[in-house]
């Protein structure tokens, strides 16, 4: 099992920089994949970013791209936020998967955090 636990969400004016967190542990080995997904109210789910854990290579949603950075260390994820539109108000979670072959698919991930909550007002 993989547990993720995500922190460094709040409020933010628009314009504004935010730095999530996820914390990782237990069989972290396994998963290939790593990524932030988010999900505003009355929307589905939609993947931000991605982070191959073997090379480090990543991929971005366009609404985020040139805005984003995804990085991660020994046991921790990271999402570096920047130039925040209130568009970008939702739920964070971070996400985990075995094989990095299904791209931003919600269903490709096995494990997920609970979320932490983004709010930009504008």
């Known amino acids: 099992q993989v547990q993720l636990v995500e922190s460094g969400g709040g409020s933010v004016q628009a314009g504004g920089s935010l730095k999530l967190t996820c914390a990782t542990s237990?069989?972290?080995?396994?998963?290939?994949?790593m990524g932030w997904f988010r999900q505003a109210p009355g929307k589905e789910r939609e993947g931000v970013a991605r982070?191959?854990?073997?090379?480090?290579s990543t991929e971005y949603a366009d609404a985020v791209k040139g805005r984003f950075t995804i990085s991660r260390d020994n046991a921790e994820m990271y999402l570096q936020m920047s130039s925040l539109k209130a568009e970008d108000t939702a739920m964070y979670f971070c996400?985990?998967?075995?094989?990095?072959?299904?791209?931003?698919?919600?269903?490709?991930?096995?494990?997920w955090g609970q979320g932490t909550q983004v709010t930009v007002s504008s």
């Open positions: 996400a985990a998967q075995i094989y990095c072959d299904s791209g931003f698919r919600v269903d490709g991930f096995q494990y």
């Open positions: 237990g069989y972290t080995w396994s998963t290939r994949c």
């Open positions: 982070i191959n854990t073997r090379n480090s």
